[in-house]
């Protein structure tokens, strides 16, 4: 659905948004032929939106800035807590 712009961000694991680069025709030039991962985790935009990347962006800054995102990885257990500089 992001190739036929009804939606505007996908996120899943990193080994399926791969497999659909591959796989799908038409998505790497939706996508830049970049897929955007962290702990096998993949977030996926049109390239040209650059209002969802800042939103996005900005949303994540917020959840580290305010130690809402520490808490939440320290809660859960995140194995990927220690990856990242508070």
Request: cysteine-free.
């Amino acid at each position: 659905q992001i190739i036929t712009g009804k939606v505007d961000v996908a996120i899943g694991d990193s080994v399926a948004a791969h497999h659909a680069l591959v796989k799908q025709s038409g998505i790497q030039a939706v996508l830049g032929g970049r897929i955007y991962s962290r702990n096998m985790v993949a977030w996926a935009m049109h390239k040209e939106d650059t209002d969802i990347l800042r939103f996005v962006n900005t949303a994540l800054n917020q959840l580290i800035a305010s130690g809402k995102l520490e808490d939440l990885a320290k809660k859960y257990e995140a194995p990927w807590i220690n990856d990242l500089a508070f």
